[in-house]
């Protein structure tokens, strides 16, 4: 891997084909362009796409374009690793295979310019989370999955998209007390413990980045959809970063 790394998430590329949803396409096609120009790695730490399912033959049409240019930023050189978050889980051999995307189902632990970098999309972390980790689990079984593929895409694409709008509803941008904050400063403590000196994290829509005095640093990621922040790592040095609009 190599630097400059650039960190993004919660992006939730929609399946809709609106002004707003083109638009926030642009913006992230400059961005992809940029990270071209510098060269380096690019990490999509989760829900990258507000719905992604592949089945053995199809993917979502809606984002054949988006595709299309992770694509070249691959063939540029630029490292592509995807993080899998809640909306987008359900990857099969599309990603990972044709793609050359490193894919990780859960958290991930990268050296890069000197740094060990914990990364994860962080949903689940909260002890009021109970429910929401049984759900997960459920939904991501092998059995789950299997019975999901045997519905037509129009159907199970239709049905994904109900469940989305849903699920973003539990997990909005705002209203996150200092409490929630500092349960998940705790479990970037803990990473830090093990041996990592910066802790990445999506899932929240919370831009904030915290370094110690030790040089150790948490880092969340904001998202595409209010905020348009990214995270950057170049010379060791970890740094929150507006994309402007």
């Known amino acids: 891997m190599t630097a400059p790394a650039y960190f993004i998430s919660d992006v939730h590329l929609s399946l809709n084909d609106g002004d707003q949803e083109q638009e926030r396409r642009q ?3 400059r961005f992809f ?26 993917i979502p049409k809606r984002y054949f374009d988006v595709i299309s240019h992770l694509y070249q930023l691959h063939n540029s050189g630029v490292e592509i690793h995807f993080i899998l978050g809640n909306h987008d889980y359900w990857t099969n051999d599309f990603l990972n295979g044709p793609m050359g995307m490193h894919v990780y189902p ?13 990364l994860t999309h962080g949903d689940g972390l909260l002890a009021r989370d109970t429910g929401y980790r049984l759900m997960r689990k459920i939904l991501r079984s092998r ?8 519905l037509h895409p129009d159907l199970g694409i239709t049905l994904a998209q109900s469940a989305s709008r849903i699920s973003r509803k539990y997990n909005p941008p705002e209203g996150f007390d200092e409490t929630r904050i500092e349960e998940l400063s705790r479990y970037a403590a803990a990473r830090w413990d093990e041996g990592c000196d910066m802790v990445v994290m999506g899932h929240y829509h919370l831009n904030r980045l915290h370094t110690t ?18 995270g950057k790592l170049e010379q060791g040095r970890l740094t929150l970063e507006t994309w402007p609009t």
């Open 106 to 118: 859960a958290e991930a632990v990268v050296d890069i310019d000197g740094q060990r970098i914990h």
């Open 33 to 58: 362009d940029m990270v071209r120009h510098t060269g380096g790695t690019l990490f999509l730490v989760g829900d990258f796409f507000d719905f992604w399912f592949e089945y053995n033959h199809v």
């Open 213 to 230: 005095n030790e040089g150790k640093s948490f880092l969340l990621l904001g998202d595409w959809i209010y905020h348009y922040t990214y």
């Open 143 to 150: 059995i789950t999955v299997f019975l999901f593929r045997w």
């Open 27 to 29: 913006h992230l096609y």
